[in-house]
């Protein structure tokens, strides 16, 4: 079955340190986007690829960092620079942008908890 | 800038009762309109989107929703809600003239169906 998978789905950080999700997707889609839900705030960007080897900030990248080195795979590192890491992080993929629009498909979350 | 508000946080309804949850949008250009489902502890499925063409939308699990375009809204209804519909919706929105992908959130709306 194809779609996209998140892992780990809790994680838990201690304060310094840096951690990193885990975003897979056999979709075989150009596009990959991580958001962050925080209650009662809806989903916020924080940083989207539309192609392997580039990406771009969204609305609130500080404090993380992304790579996109092969097309299925685009992990998000927490660094010690964000002060409020706890939330829920999605993942989703779409096709690119620009050959049509297609629907977000996203993965199941991760749950990050600062301890 | 885009900007997308879900007028109730929280809609109680009972079971097999109407069901409205509204949304407004601003933005200065042609958007794309989606709404999304998410069960606790879970990722986001698509219930339906907006593109273009006829402004009465279906979805999936009987519920749909209607673009005006005068009013700025897209409102998500169904007949008669079920147990199983109980969960938080988002409204979104995507600029047709961008070739980001990106997706605008609204703050959701937890629906909660009694028996």
């Known amino acids: 079955d194809g779609g996209i998978t998140q892992s780990p789905k809790y994680l838990f950080r201690k304060e310094g340190q840096n951690v990193t999700l885990s975003c897979e997707q056999n979709l075989n889609h150009d596009a990959m986007y991580w958001y962050r839900q925080d209650p009662g705030q809806g989903l916020r960007l924080i940083y989207y690829?539309?192609?392997?080897?580039?990406?771009q900030k969204g609305d609130i990248a500080e404090g993380y960092s992304v790579s996109r080195e092969k097309k299925e795979s685009f992990p998000l590192t927490v660094t010690s620079a964000q002060k409020n890491p706890t939330a829920f992080y999605l993942c989703a993929s779409s096709i690119r942008p620009g050959q049509g629009f297609g629907e977000a498909f996203f993965g199941q979350g991760t749950r990050l908890t600062v301890v | 800038a885009q900007s997308v508000t879900q007028l109730d946080s929280q809609v109680p309804v009972f079971e097999e009762a109407p069901v409205e949850l509204r949304c407004n949008y601003s933005?200065?250009?042609?958007?794309?309109l989606f709404w999304y489902v998410q069960y606790p502890n879970q990722g986001l499925q698509l219930l339906l989107k907006y593109l273009s063409g006829s402004t009465l939308v279906k979805g999936i699990n009987g519920f749909e929703a209607e673009f005006n375009k005068s009013q700025t809204s897209f409102h998500l209804r169904k007949p008669s809600v079920h147990i199983s519909d109980t969960a938080e919706y988002f409204c979104a929105v995507s600029d047709q003239q961008g070739n980001t992908g990106k997706l605008i959130f609204g703050q959701g709306t937890t629906l909660q169906v009694k028996p």
């Open positions: 690829s539309q192609i392997v080897n580039d990406f």
């Open positions: 933005s200065s250009v042609s958007v794309y």
